[in-house]
């Protein structure tokens, strides 16, 4: 696989081993793999990414605003909040910064045909840069999927199989049949590498590290990319430190939310998860147990919301800043829950991460808003 100088590798996050770049799960536990970088070899954000350029399956994803919220700082009394605004890329989600390296990934190993299941935006962007590779995608959704998703997999020429149910139906059905594909599932070492290019962005934005990075959390790959991304950042001399970063879930899917608050190691997977933020809804995280710990090494914490407070915090997100849905709001109403239970002091400079366009998800909102008589 032809990776850039600063790529030692793959490395389990649960015991440490090596694994071959081509590894999707650690061949010794099971545990989810991160790209090993070297930090002497980081001397800028562009660094950290694992392929050359040239090399690299790309639609020019990355380079997202940060946005100031002042008006959100005064309420919460912090010295400013900041919304890093990944809405702005080109499938209109975070997803496009994993699913590009995952996706050359596999096409540097030879596949032909990649798939995953998604909630939505993960098959919307595994499709759009499969297309770009020149290679097929199939993708296995939940019914609940927004339309706009559906429809997206198959304008970019992508296979598009609906499951009755959610989203762990849609797992249940991704590995049947006798097709033929590279799974680029949530977990993928090279989605994960992803958001560590997010996190030294972010820092690049900015004259010094946040203290603290409040996230919308589904899978936990992000929360474990960032976490990484600080680290690396950290130890590679590009910050003056790592921000404490806060999982933020929907109170009726909040897996890893929950083990970070109660201390455990181990999230639980949610039963009968219901939530109104589809992208989030996700009751047995692939990246779980990881993002736990990545939590806990930051110094952060895991806040759960309930819907009301998630929509009614999207709207106001919108009033005081960038355009952003419910799975964005959810990382307004967590900080706004962590403000209440006094976790930030009068100086801290606050990111929050808004992973999905708010147009994406604006009927979520028009309903929220409609219910209020308005």
Known sequence: MQTTAAVRGLSCT???ESADLTARRC????????????ADAVETAADCHPFPTGATVSIDEGATPIVEVPDLADELGVSGVTIKDEGHN?????ADRKLSLAVTAACQAGADRVGTPSTGNGAQSAAAYAARAGIEFKGVVPTRCPFLNKAMVNVHGGDMYVVEGRYPDAVDAFGEGDESFTPVAPGHPFRIA??????????????SAPDAVVHPTGHGETVVGLQQGFTLAADAG???????IYAAQPADCAPVATAAVDGTTEPVPVEHPDTIVGPLEVPDPAAGTAAVEAVDASGGDGVAVPDKAVLQAAVDGCELGPEIGATGGTAVAGMRALADRGT??????????NPVAGSKEADLLRSHLMSQGL
């Open 14 to 16: 649960a015991c440490g």
């Open 27 to 38: 061949p010794d536990c099971g545990a989810v793999l991160v790209v090993d970088f070297d």
């Open 90 to 94: 080109p499938t209109g989600s975070l």
């Open 194 to 207: 992803g958001v560590t290019a997010l996190a030294l962005e972010l820092l690049a934005d900015r004259d």
């Open 238 to 244: 590009l910050a003056d430190g790592a921000p404490r």
């Open 344 to 353: 930030f002091d009068p100086d801290d400079e606050v990111v929050l991460v």
